[in-house]
């Protein structure tokens, strides 16, 4: 059962504009999100978290949006750039648990 | 710190083969995770590891399929016989102790298995 989702496949968007890549969990014992980045032929990197008792964080172009009430989290990045252009992947632990869970990833292509 | 290390990059084998996927985590980090990526289900967590020990292996589709982490610095995940249902990029993971730390990957190994 998937306790991580990423419902959107995929994104395309204009160089300069804004990307928001969303997700959504289930599981209310989550309190850690993190948003991985990953290239073709590459492993998964870390990019930016939020703790649940946030509900913003922001690191240079991107910010990560928590909203407990809806399980949903949301990445913005802004501006984008084409060097954006990659397959971004949600993910969500608990303390109880020390295990990544990950949504399918959503593929944002950032065109000039 | 070099990072995590996988190997082989690739391997293509024949189906009831045997494969063997190693893993070099981070120095230091005390858990361990290996992970299967594919189109239909995403990254999906196989088995993980803490100090060595295993600790949930829910995630193991089948018993073809065993991890072992004989210490510290070295795991090994075997799949025994090989399916061309098992083609996918497995990928070995590591993070320090603490629950609100980032797990570092490697850069994964595809399986191709025909």
């Known amino acids: 059962d998937q306790q991580v989702k990423q419902n959107s496949p995929s994104l395309s968007v204009q160089e300069g504009r804004i990307s928001i890549l969303n997700c959504d969990y289930t599981n209310s014992m989550f309190d850690y999100f993190l948003w991985y980045k990953k290239y073709p032929a590459e492993g998964p990197t870390f990019l930016i978290s939020i703790s649940s008792i946030k509900d913003k964080n922001e690191d240079g172009r991107f910010t990560v949006f928590l909203n407990k009430s809806a399980k949903h989290l949301s990445l913005h990045i802004v501006p984008s750039q084409p060097g954006d252009s990659a397959v971004y992947f949600c993910a969500a632990t608990s303390r109880s648990g020390y295990a990544l869970n990950f949504g399918k990833g959503t593929s944002l292509l950032v065109t000039p | 710190d070099a990072g995590v290390i996988q190997s082989p990059r690739h391997e293509v084998t024949e189906m009831g083969q045997e494969v063997t996927l190693r893993c070099k985590p981070i120095s230091g980090h005390d858990y361990l995770f290996w992970y299967r990526q594919t189109m239909m289900r995403g990254l999906e967590l196989l088995i993980y590891f803490n100090n060595n020990v295993p600790i949930d292996d829910s995630g193991m589709p089948e018993d073809r399929f065993s991890a072992k982490m004989p210490n510290a610095s070295f795991s090994t995940l075997k799949i025994q016989p090989s399916e061309p249902r098992d083609s996918a990029v497995y990928f070995c993971?590591?993070?320090?102790?603490?629950?609100?730390?980032?797990?570092?990957f490697g850069q994964g190994t595809r399986l191709t298995v025909v």
């Open positions: 993971a590591s993070r320090s102790q603490g629950a609100h730390t980032e797990a570092f």
